[in-house]
């Protein structure tokens, strides 16, 4: 799985980078908050460990810039590390700003990993979710929708309640030839 991190400490990048490889994962750095979301949409990145603090937009500014923007791509895990012990009120700012979850820096190898692993979990979770709300549950029988509550009612209306699409009606020549045969 490609994953961004961002910080603008050489060091930390570099070392987030060696972990995130250890980890058997495809890291790609950058070091300003532009440059990641150049990254997230060039490379369909899908996690995050981003540096709280940073020049130009902060790491909370770029999780509120992701999800301000969510539906133009899959969810992005978000993961904020921070210089500072974090506080119950910073951590709670993080959340509010949109963060999956946070890290002290220099960040713990085998605490990384473990986060990772739920990012992973999380985001497989998410594909599955998706994938199940764009079914749309049809009876083979009389080809009616079952709607959220349990009602059915017929492929066109669901279609035109809930889409913009909208249909319009005829025959097609083998239903011409079954339901007027005279008339062909």
């Known amino acids: 799985m490609k994953i961004l991190i961002v910080d603008d400490d050489?060091?930390?990048?570099?070392?987030?980078?060696?972990?995130v490889e250890h980890c058997g994962h495809e890291p790609v750095a950058v070091s300003d908050s532009t440059q990641a979301m150049k990254a997230i949409n060039?490379?369909?990145?899908?996690?995050?460990?981003?540096?709280?603090?940073?020049p130009g937009l902060s790491g909370l500014d770029l999780v509120r810039a992701l999800r301000a923007d969510a539906s133009q791509r899959p969810y992005v895990y978000f993961i904020v590390?921070?210089?500072?012990?974090?506080?119950k009120l910073n951590f709670m700012e993080a959340m509010d700003a949109g963060a999956d979850d946070y890290m002290e820096k220099p960040a713990n190898k085998d605490l990384l990993r473990v986060r990772l692993r739920v990012a992973q979990r999380i985001l497989s979770l998410d594909t599955e979710v998706n994938t199940l709300k764009a079914l749309?549950?049809?009876?083979s029988g009389c080809r009616r929708v079952r709607r959220d509550d349990q009602a059915y009612e017929s492929l066109e209306t669901y279609i035109s309640k809930n889409s913009a699409i909208r249909f319009t009606h005829g025959l097609c020549p083998e239903c011409v030839e079954r339901l007027y045969p005279k008339y062909k």
């Open 10 to 19: 050489q060091n930390s990048l570099n070392m987030n980078r060696l972990i």
């Open 42 to 54: 060039d490379n369909k990145i899908q996690v995050v460990i981003s540096d709280w603090v940073m």
């Open 81 to 87: 590390l921070t210089g500072t012990k974090l506080g």
């Open 136 to 139: 749309i549950p049809v009876c």
